[in-house]
Nanobody
Framework: QVQLRESGPGLVEPSQTLSLTCTVS??????????WSWIRQAPGGGREWIGY???????YYNPALRSRTSISRDTSKNQFTLQLSSVTPEDTAVYYC??????????????????WGQGTQVAVSS
């Protein structure tokens, strides 16, 4: 059974870069044909897909966040990482990593994901 776990700082200052890591166990992030995503949910809002890194290593980002988003991976550690630059208080949210077996769509559709991390709260504040 695959398990995902997010880690990273819970507080980031405005204009800085948010960096979170998802550690995966029970499956390899290079297993065809899975897509490993970052998703967030702001207070009082719905879930928003941020981007994915595919089993083959290519990435795709939500156009609304593309200019500030980078997703990379370390296959030796079976981890993938989110970096979101120039953060503002509007980036305050619970951030999740998740696995899907098909290319994620916009808007977010929970049915496209079969495994989730527990989520990690990130606040952007000085």
């Amino acid at each position: 059974q695959v398990q995902l776990r997010e880690s990273g700082p819970g507080l980031v200052e405005p204009s800085q870069t948010l960096s979170l890591t998802c550690t995966v166990s029970g499956d390899s992030i290079t297993t065809p044909y899975y897509y490993w995503s970052w998703i967030r949910q702001a207070p009082g809002g719905g879930r928003e897909w941020i981007g994915y890194i595919a089993h083959a290593g290519y990435t795709y980002y939500n156009p609304a966040l593309r200019s500030r988003t980078s997703i990379s991976r370390d296959t030796s550690k079976n981890q993938f990482t989110l970096q979101l630059s120039s953060v503002t208080p509007e980036d305050t949210a619970v951030y999740y990593c998740a696995r899907g077996s098909d290319i994620p769509n916009i808007p977010f559709n929970a049915a496209e994901y079969d495994s989730w991390g527990q989520g990690t709260q990130v606040a952007v504040s000085s």
